[in-house]
């Protein structure tokens, strides 16, 4: 999924290669903008905040995108076009005097007046990279519930906007607190602090790397590492799934050892038959152990 830093490098790419450009065609693939025509219009902008992304164009209208799971804009050369298996993906064609942008999967596309951002921004706590960010707000209104779990706190965008499940897991791990600690047993100001500050490293550098080692398999602490020992104790580190219809119940991954505190139980920790979650190219251990549901291993 798509964090706060990714969308605001894909804000600067777009930026250089688009702002100035004139729309010489638009095609919107989305049912409400199907008739919506863009042409003749210059773009101004590409800006993030958390999570979206606004394009401005000159006659002071925003197009309005959010990621979400795995939306993407892609851009081509003048003259190029996307492959035709991509066909089914695209949700909106920027043709402009230069290259040609394509929103890709994308589960937000909509069109508003740049006066009226606020309508679709309104809600958001501070962007954790915007330059008007306010580290009082945001650790004010984690504060407002002090029973919530931390991770579930950092997820909120209505608490900070930009944080996602990788850079809330970290921080939780590097932070040495179970992700379902209350947020008033945690020193949120130093949380807030340390995530703000990898995602401002992830700004130049290639990749999310909370490890500081950039080789393959090396670049996170627990995040994926669902069976992998704690590179810290040698602990397996532990999984739970998303949990349907909360949305801030995300797959969680922890140290039980390094993160004391509360977690759920192997009966509380949802499964998806047949898939092998919570673990990436770093995975190891036998399907008999995660079916198991042995403590510290992940099920399914």
């Known amino acids: 999924m798509p964090e706060g830093d990714s969308v605001w490098k894909a804000a600067r790419r777009l930026r250089e290669q688009l702002v100035g450009r004139s729309v010489v065609a638009s095609d919107f693939r989305v049912p409400q903008h199907a008739t919506a025509d863009l042409s003749g219009q210059t773009v101004t902008a590409f800006d993030s905040y958390g999570k979206h992304m606004l394009t401005r164009f000159s006659e002071g209208v925003t197009l309005h995108t959010h990621f979400e799971m795995d939306g993407a804009w892609q851009v081509v050369g003048p003259g190029k076009a996307l492959p035709k298996d991509l ?3 695209v949700r909106l064609v920027l043709r402009t005097d230069g290259p040609t942008a394509y929103a890709l999967r994308m589960p937000v596309v909509e069109l508003v007046r740049t006066a009226d951002e606020h309508r679709v921004l309104g809600h958001l706590g501070p962007d954790v990279l915007g330059p008007g960010w306010d580290e009082d707000e945001a650790v004010r209104r984690l504060s407002a519930d002090p029973d919530r779990p931390v991770v579930e706190a950092l997820l909120d965008q209505r608490n900070l906007a930009g944080i996602g499940n990788l850079w809330a897991v970290e921080t939780c791990y590097l932070r040495g607190v179970s992700p379902w600690t209350p947020v008033r047993a945690v ?13 401002r490293h992830s700004l130049e550098h290639p990749g999310q790397v ?12 627990v995040y994926g590492r669902a069976e992998r020992p704690c590179r810290r104790c040698a602990t397996p580190v532990a999984f739970r799934d998303s949990v349907t219809g909360q949305p801030y119940a995300r797959e969680t991954w922890w140290c039980p050892h390094c993160q004391p505190g509360p977690f759920p139980t192997l009966e509380q920790r949802p499964t998806r038959p ?27």
């Open 187 to 199: 020193d949120l100001r130093a949380a807030v602090r340390l995530a703000r500050r990898m995602m």
């Open 210 to 221: 909370t490890t500081g080692d950039t080789r393959r398999g090396m670049t996170h602490w």
């Open 87 to 89: 066909d089914d993906d």
């Open 274 to 300: 047949g898939l092998r979650r919570g673990v990436n190219e770093e995975s190891f251990g036998s399907r008999t152990r995660r079916t198991a549901g042995r403590p510290g291993y992940a099920r399914g």
